[in-house]
């Protein structure tokens, strides 16, 4: 599923999987937050630690300039970006990398649960580099 090369893979793949499940039980067609509660009672079964809505400094040329909330931040390392959209675009995996370089944190998740089949994209600050 995810290369073990990878930063994180281990926890990524166990996110990963989590929000497989809970696209498996639930299907298509709920709004965010009630897969996010879902996905928070998953990832706490399969023993991951985690912060839901945690509200995080948002920073520009290392001053803090606001704050916002990321989905999940798990195990101290991981940022969780969710959605329930019938289909993933351009600007939705730019905004979360966006929010990756913001938060100052290396790897994220771009999981949405409105499609048929669960779409997950992993993110790094790197891809910021390449044209979304």
Known sequence: MIKETYKYSEITEKIIGCAMKVHRVLGNGFQEVIYQRALAIEMRNQGLNF???LEMPIFYEE?????RRVDFFV??????ELKALTQL????L????????AYRIEIGLLINFGAT?????????????KKV
């Open 63 to 67: 001053e803090q300039i606001g704050t």
């Open 94 to 101: 730019a905004q979360a990398i966006n929010y990756l370089e």
């Open 117 to 129: 089949s669960l779409e997950f994209k992993r993110l790094t600050i790197e891809q910021k580099l």
């Open 51 to 53: 912060e839901r809505e």
């Open 75 to 80: 195990e101290d390392k991981i940022m969780v």
């Open 89 to 92: 675009e351009k600007v939705h």
